[in-house]
Protein backbone atom coordinates (compact mmCIF):
# COMPACT_ATOMS: atom_id res chain seq x y z
CA UNK A 1 0.00 0.00 0.00
CA UNK A 2 1.55 3.48 -1.39
CA UNK A 3 1.21 5.94 1.21
CA UNK A 4 2.38 9.95 0.32
CA UNK A 5 2.58 12.13 3.76
CA UNK A 6 2.94 16.09 2.97
CA UNK A 7 4.53 18.79 5.58
CA UNK A 8 6.29 21.90 5.49
CA UNK A 9 3.06 24.51 4.53
CA UNK A 10 2.61 27.08 6.53
CA UNK A 11 2.22 31.35 5.84
CA UNK A 12 4.24 33.37 4.67
CA UNK A 13 4.02 37.24 3.27
CA UNK A 14 5.34 37.35 -0.33
CA UNK A 15 8.43 37.37 -1.97
CA UNK A 16 9.04 34.63 0.71
CA UNK A 17 9.66 31.16 0.74
CA UNK A 18 8.76 27.70 1.54
CA UNK A 19 9.68 23.85 1.42
CA UNK A 20 7.28 21.71 0.77
CA UNK A 21 8.16 17.95 1.80
CA UNK A 22 6.22 14.37 0.58
CA UNK A 23 7.25 11.37 2.31
CA UNK A 24 6.60 7.76 -0.09
CA UNK A 25 6.41 4.52 1.72
CA UNK A 26 5.00 1.28 0.29
CA UNK A 27 6.63 1.71 -3.15
CA UNK A 28 6.98 -1.59 -5.36
CA UNK A 29 7.71 -0.43 -8.50
CA UNK A 30 11.21 1.12 -10.09
CA UNK A 31 9.52 4.06 -12.07
CA UNK A 32 7.01 6.37 -11.48
CA UNK A 33 6.27 10.06 -12.05
CA UNK A 34 5.72 11.77 -7.94
CA UNK A 35 4.93 15.50 -8.50
CA UNK A 36 2.33 18.34 -6.64
CA UNK A 37 -0.44 19.87 -7.00
CA UNK A 38 -2.56 22.57 -5.78
CA UNK A 39 -6.18 24.00 -4.95
CA UNK A 40 -6.98 27.19 -4.19
CA UNK A 41 -10.47 28.02 -2.32
CA UNK A 42 -13.08 28.09 -5.13
CA UNK A 43 -11.01 26.74 -8.39
CA UNK A 44 -10.04 23.95 -9.52
CA UNK A 45 -7.19 21.75 -8.75
CA UNK A 46 -3.93 21.80 -10.63
CA UNK A 47 -0.76 20.67 -11.62
CA UNK A 48 2.58 22.39 -10.16
CA UNK A 49 5.82 20.28 -10.80
CA UNK A 50 6.32 16.38 -11.43
CA UNK A 51 9.71 14.61 -11.53
CA UNK A 52 10.21 11.03 -13.16
CA UNK A 53 11.98 9.52 -10.06
CA UNK A 54 14.02 6.85 -12.27
CA UNK A 55 15.76 9.84 -15.02
CA UNK A 56 15.53 12.76 -13.16
CA UNK A 57 13.41 14.63 -15.79
CA UNK A 58 11.12 17.08 -14.33
CA UNK A 59 8.10 19.39 -15.53
CA UNK A 60 6.64 22.36 -14.63
CA UNK A 61 3.51 24.45 -15.17
CA UNK A 62 4.39 28.02 -16.75
CA UNK A 63 3.46 29.79 -13.74
CA UNK A 64 5.63 28.19 -11.91
CA UNK A 65 8.89 28.11 -13.87
CA UNK A 66 11.71 29.71 -12.24
CA UNK A 67 10.43 29.86 -8.94
CA UNK A 68 9.60 26.42 -7.55
CA UNK A 69 11.93 23.52 -7.61
CA UNK A 70 11.17 20.10 -7.34
CA UNK A 71 14.05 17.82 -5.81
CA UNK A 72 14.32 14.36 -5.08
CA UNK A 73 16.42 13.28 -2.40
CA UNK A 74 17.28 9.47 -3.69
CA UNK A 75 15.64 7.29 -5.80
CA UNK A 76 14.76 4.62 -3.11
CA UNK A 77 11.64 3.08 -3.02
CA UNK A 78 10.91 4.92 0.09
CA UNK A 79 12.15 8.43 0.03
CA UNK A 80 11.61 11.95 0.24
CA UNK A 81 10.23 14.99 -2.53
CA UNK A 82 10.47 18.45 -1.98
CA UNK A 83 9.26 21.32 -3.85
CA UNK A 84 11.20 24.21 -2.77
CA UNK A 85 9.03 27.44 -3.03
CA UNK A 86 10.62 30.76 -3.83
CA UNK A 87 9.23 34.22 -4.78
CA UNK A 88 5.83 33.18 -3.60
CA UNK A 89 2.74 35.18 -4.36
CA UNK A 90 -0.59 35.95 -3.04
CA UNK A 91 -1.51 34.12 -6.12
CA UNK A 92 0.02 30.81 -4.97
CA UNK A 93 -2.13 30.20 -1.42
CA UNK A 94 -4.17 27.10 -1.50
CA UNK A 95 -3.72 23.46 -0.69
CA UNK A 96 -0.62 21.35 -1.71
CA UNK A 97 -1.01 17.41 -2.44
CA UNK A 98 2.18 15.24 -3.38
CA UNK A 99 0.59 12.57 -6.02
CA UNK A 100 2.20 9.56 -7.41
CA UNK A 101 1.45 6.98 -10.19
CA UNK A 102 3.77 4.86 -12.48
CA UNK A 103 3.75 5.84 -15.99
CA UNK A 104 6.19 5.41 -18.54
CA UNK A 105 7.09 9.08 -18.69
CA UNK A 106 5.71 12.31 -16.82
CA UNK A 107 5.00 14.38 -19.87
CA UNK A 108 1.39 14.25 -18.87
CA UNK A 109 1.04 14.69 -15.26
CA UNK A 110 0.13 17.35 -14.42
CA UNK A 111 -2.34 17.97 -17.09
CA UNK A 112 -3.94 14.40 -17.63
CA UNK A 113 -6.36 11.87 -16.00
CA UNK A 114 -5.55 11.91 -12.23
CA UNK A 115 -8.25 9.47 -11.03
CA UNK A 116 -5.72 6.51 -11.05
CA UNK A 117 -3.72 8.79 -9.05
CA UNK A 118 -2.19 8.24 -5.28
CA UNK A 119 -2.43 11.27 -3.32
CA UNK A 120 -1.59 12.71 0.13
CA UNK A 121 -3.58 14.62 2.60
CA UNK A 122 -2.38 18.24 1.70
CA UNK A 123 -0.55 20.71 3.33
CA UNK A 124 -1.61 24.36 3.38
CA UNK A 125 0.32 27.30 2.27
CA UNK A 126 -1.05 30.58 3.02
CA UNK A 127 1.22 33.70 1.08
CA UNK A 128 -0.11 37.12 2.37
CA UNK A 129 0.52 40.54 0.66
Known amino acids: QVQLTESGGGSVQAGGSLRLSCAAS????????MGWFRQAPGKEREGVAV??????????ADFVKGRFTIVQDNVKAESTLYLQMNSLEPEDTGMYYC????????????????????WGQGTQVTVSS
Open 99 to 118: ATRSLSNCARFLTGDTERYI
Open 26 to 33: GYAYPSYC
Open 51 to 60: IYRSSGQTYY
